[in-house]
């Protein structure tokens, strides 16, 4: 069985900062790519950020220069720094891994809210 939990989510004035953290536990053989998501209110699930285990990464023109993706294999674990928060990245956000355990499936943390407001 293989667990994410998410830390790090809450309130911040436009223009603060937040790190979001994801840690992976349970029966993992390996990490493969490790990636954010978000979804605000009324909208579509939409791609943030994602990193490879060759540490290649890729982010949403949304937040390109603003936010910053990395890893911690020792620790099963992907951040997402955000810096120059805007309200417009309100949203619920979760991670998504692609782990082997005993098989190659695609995980789901189970959201923390980041709310950008004055």
């Known amino acids: 069985q293989v667990q994410l939990v998410e830390s790090g989510g809450g309130l911040v004035q436009p223009g603060g900062s937040l790190r979001l953290s994801c840690a992976a536990s349970?029966?993992?053989?390996?990490?493969?790519?490790m990636g954010w998501y978000r979804q605000a209110p009324g909208k579509q699930r939409e791609l943030v950020a994602v990193i490879t285990s060759r540490d290649n990464t890729n982010y949403a023109d949304s937040v390109k220069g603003r936010f910053t993706i990395s890893r911690d294999n020792a620790k099963n674990t992907v951040y997402l720094q955000m810096n120059s928060l805007k309200p417009e990245d309100t949203a619920v956000y979760y991670c998504?891994?692609?782990?082997?355990?005993?098989?190659?499936?695609?995980?789901w943390g189970q959201g923390t809210q980041v709310t950008v407001s004055s």
């Open positions: 998504n891994t692609q782990i082997r355990a005993t098989y190659v499936a695609t995980y």
């Open positions: 349970g029966s993992i053989f390996s990490i493969y790519t």
